[in-house]
């Protein structure tokens, strides 16, 4: 495939929900059920965002959440299925790893179930050790601690009788 017309871009106000949605259904068993509102918060919330455009056609994504110093994780990288193998997806993530706010980073994390060997080719290694994971957060926003309330330990019962 001639791909010189095919050009990236780093400019999150570039994306399009729509076909976003849409490449994630194609090809990204994990995602499927992603609204638009949904993906919307997570855009917001994410830098870099690399994209991949076939002229109007948006054909591949990727994100990153980072610290800018300490910790960096790419997230749902993705190449629409007639444009695999093209190299495409590796760009995508040398893009991320390459933009300001990932560059500097010490470590970078991401998760992947079937796309070891792609990451490796990138120089990803395998990492048992370090990560944990909580599989559905259910801390509420009113458990936040309020603007200058102080912190009251829970006693004890033998720490309350010599109180
Ligand atoms: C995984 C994915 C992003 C790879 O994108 P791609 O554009 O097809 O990959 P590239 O052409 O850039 O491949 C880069 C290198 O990885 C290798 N590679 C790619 N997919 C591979 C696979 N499944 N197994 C082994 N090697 C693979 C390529 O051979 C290439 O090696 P080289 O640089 O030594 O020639 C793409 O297949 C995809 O979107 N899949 C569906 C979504 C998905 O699973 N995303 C990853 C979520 S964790």
Known sequence: MDCRHIKFSIDKAKVDLIQLQALFNE???WARER???????ALMNSDPIVT????????????????????????????????????????????AL???????VERVYLMTTYQRK????IGFQENKSTTM???QNTYEINSLPLSGESFEPILKESEQVFR
């Open 35 to 41: 609204t638009l509102e949904d993906l919307k918060i």
């Open 133 to 135: 994971v909580l599989q």
């Open 52 to 95: 991949v455009w076939d002229t109007t056609r948006m054909i591949g994504f990727c994100r990153g959440t980072s610290d800018g110093i300490y910790r960096g994780t790419i997230w749902d990288v993705l190449v629409g299925t007639k444009y695999q193998g093209l190299g495409l997806g590796r760009k995508l993530v040398e893009t």
């Open 27 to 29: 090809v990204a068993f």
């Open 118 to 121: 792609f990451y490796e080719r």
């Open 98 to 104: 390459s933009h300001p706010s990932m560059c500097r």
